[in-house]
C-alpha cells in the first residue's frame, strides 16, 4: 500500500493551490483545493492525498473527475482524522467516510461531502492538519484523475 500525493494545481494569481470563492454567512472564506494525478499501475490499498485540510476547517464538498481507470477498479474518499457534524455528532475517520467506493472503469464524475451523513459542512478536529485521501479498490489503476476540495475559514 502506497500513499500518492496529488499535484496541485496552481490559482489564476500564481502558485498558491487556494482558490478564494466568496465569502459565507458567518465571515468565513470559501477556499478550493484543485489538483490533479495520473496513475501509472498503482494497486489495490494504495491512497492518493486529495488534499490537506487546516485545523477547524469546515468541509463543504468536493468532486473527483476521472478517465477510466481500469476494469474493476473503484476508488472511496474518507479523511484521516474524524469529523464532527454541524449538530455536534461525530463522523470516524475511515477511507470511506466522504464518498463509498465508487466504480471508475469508465469515465466518471463523483461528488463527495455530499450530504451531512458524509461529512458536508463537517468541521475538522484535532490541531493537526486533515489528509482528504481516496483509497484504491477492485483492481490495478491506471489513469488521470483531477478534481477540487472546497472548505471554509476564519
Do not use: C, H
Amino acid at each position: 500500500m502506497a500513499e500518492l500525493f496529488v499535484t496541485e494545481i496552481s490559482g489564476p494569481a500564481g502558485p498558491s493551490t487556494e482558490f478564494v470563492s466568496g465569502i459565507n454567512t458567518n465571515g468565513a472564506k470559501s477556499r478550493i483545493k484543485a489538483f490533479s494525478y495520473t496513475f501509472a499501475g498503482a494497486s489495490i490499498g494504495d491512497t492518493l492525498v486529495l488534499a490537506l485540510l487546516p485545523p477547524n476547517a469546515r468541509l463543504l464538498r468536493g468532486v473527483l473527475n476521472g478517465a477510466a481507470l481500469g476494469g474493476s477498479t473503484t476508488l472511496a474518499v474518507g479523511t484521516g482524522t474524524g469529523l464532527t457534524q454541524p449538530g455536534g455528532a461525530a463522523i470516524a475517520a475511515s477511507n470511506a467516510n466522504l464518498k463509498a467506493a465508487a466504480a471508475t472503469s469508465s469515465v466518471f464524475t463523483t461528488p463527495f461531502a455530499a450530504t451531512l451523513a458524509l461529512g458536508a459542512g463537517a468541521t475538522t478536529t484535532g490541531r493537526q492538519q486533515t489528509k482528504v485521501y481516496a483509497t484504491l479498490a477492485g483492481g490495478a489503476a491506471t489513469g488521470l484523475v483531477a478534481g477540487w476540495v472546497e472548505y471554509a475559514q476564519n
